[in-house]
């Protein structure tokens, strides 16, 4: 099956510091998703995006599909931006979206 | 707005108690989903459901099954806890498209512990 890798695994940052999370998978997709689960638990749906950029106010990603990658970038980071950002994909005929390991983000005040 | 629920936020049930998770969509979405979240380990499928009375089993279906009786509501069963089942567990569900395209939308979570 297709392979989902993230990188960092986590991140400390400062508040107002910009950051780059990775995403890299091992086959085609046909949907990728970024998400953010926040200290309580909770997973929210940050972006959509099997290919191209799009933007989120302080947030925007870009998948380059032909090359296996996806970006998520926070700019100005706040402390409310702490959590776990997750990366996952679906390829082919399967309904299954496969999750990468993360990346734990700590933005500090 | 999508709104996926899970009827309990946290559990605490003993070894070899029969459980319940329950979820409810409100977007008359086709597919559902149930999800491990365990630390190191990410988010697992655990088993999915593209209609009523339809299942698959995913990545990690061992000791649960699932039952979809309406298409608004997909419960997952842990038929005999047991202490290696305390985890994290998260529903999702979508739309059905041609192209698998269609974005997952999750509840809150529920956190289950098997004493």
């Known amino acids: 099956g297709i392979q989902v890798e993230q990188s960092p695994p986590d991140l400390i940052l400062q508040e107002g510091a910009n950051s780059t999370l990775r995403c890299n998978f091992s086959d085609s997709v046909n949907n990728l998703q970024w998400f953010h689960q926040n200290p309580w638990g909770q997973l929210i749906n940050l972006f959509y995006?099997?290919?191209g950029t799009k933007q989120n106010g302080r947030l925007s990603a870009t998948t380059v599909a032909t090359e296996r990658y996806s970006l998520l970038y926070i700019s100005s980071s706040q402390t409310t931006d702490s959590g776990v950002y997750f990366c996952?994909?679906?390829?082919?005929?399967?309904?299954?979206?496969?999750f990468g390991t993360g990346t734990l983000l700590a933005v500090q005040p | 707005d999508v709104k996926v629920t899970q009827s309990s936020r946290y559990l605490v049930k003993r070894t070899g108690e029969k459980v319940f998770l329950e979820c409810v969509q409100d977007?008359?979405?086709?597919?559902m989903f149930w999800y491990r979240q365990d630390p190191g380990l990410g988010l697992r499928l655990i088993y999915f459901?593209?209609?009523?009375?339809?299942?698959e089993k995913g990545d990690i279906p061992e000791g649960y099954s699932v039952s979809r009786e309406k298409k608004e509501r997909f419960s997952l069963i842990l038929e005999s806890a047991s202490t290696n089942q305390t985890s994290m567990y998260l529903c999702?569900?979508?739309?059905?498209?041609?192209?698998?395209?269609?974005?997952?939308?999750f509840g809150n979570g529920t956190r289950l512990t098997v004493t």
């Open positions: 977007m008359d979405h086709e597919n």
């Open positions: 996952a994909v679906r390829g082919g005929a399967t309904n299954k979206l496969i």
């Open positions: 459901s593209y209609d009523v009375k339809m299942k």
């Open positions: 995006i099997p290919s």
């Open positions: 999702a569900s979508s739309f059905v498209d041609r192209s698998n395209n269609s974005p997952l939308h």
